[in-house]
């Protein structure tokens, strides 16, 4: 087990099967040492973790939504680098795709629950430049999409 799964052991979280693309795209790319990752959308217990901030899901609710991207994310890292989860060296860029009204101002809190994440399952290395914007709908009807760009060795 790598030291990043180790970690993630230790907050009660197993990366699942990297999820298949939902339409005619790839779930990564790699460039040179940088994995640029599709975005990944929310989901709780296999199903679409569906909702619009501002009407029917609260921030805190977003905010767990986008964990459950970020878990997806790293587990198309861990995909990328040969199910060696230990090759990735940071996160370099998240952006977050918030499914909110138009008066729902917290994106930023939302898109959190992915950043956190990161810094409390990979320390330094999950530190990263983002973006955390409102999104009118998002497929499914989900809460969050969030894409990312790593580094690996």
Known sequence: MSAFETRL??????????PAPA?????YV?????????GQISTQDGAFLTGK???????????????SCAIALLAQVKAACGGDLDRLQ?????VGFVN???????????IN????????????????????????????GVAVEIEG?????
């Open 113 to 140: 629950g992915a950043s956190d994440f990161m810094v409390e399952a990979l320390g330094d290395a999950g530190r990263h430049a983002r973006s955390a914007v409102s999104a009118a709908s998002l497929p499914f």
């Open 23 to 27: 339409a005619n795209y790839v779930p």
């Open 90 to 94: 940071r996160v370099v860029k998240l």
């Open 9 to 18: 052991a230790e907050l009660g979280v197993t990366l699942p099967n990297a």
């Open 53 to 67: 901030l501002g009407d029917d899901m609260s921030a805190d609710e977003g905010a767990a939504a986008a964990r």
């Open 149 to 153: 760009i790593f580094q690996i060795k």
């Open 100 to 110: 909110s009204t138009a008066d729902f101002g917290e994106q930023s809190i939302v």
């Open 30 to 38: 790699q460039v040179g040492d940088l994995v640029h990752v599709s």
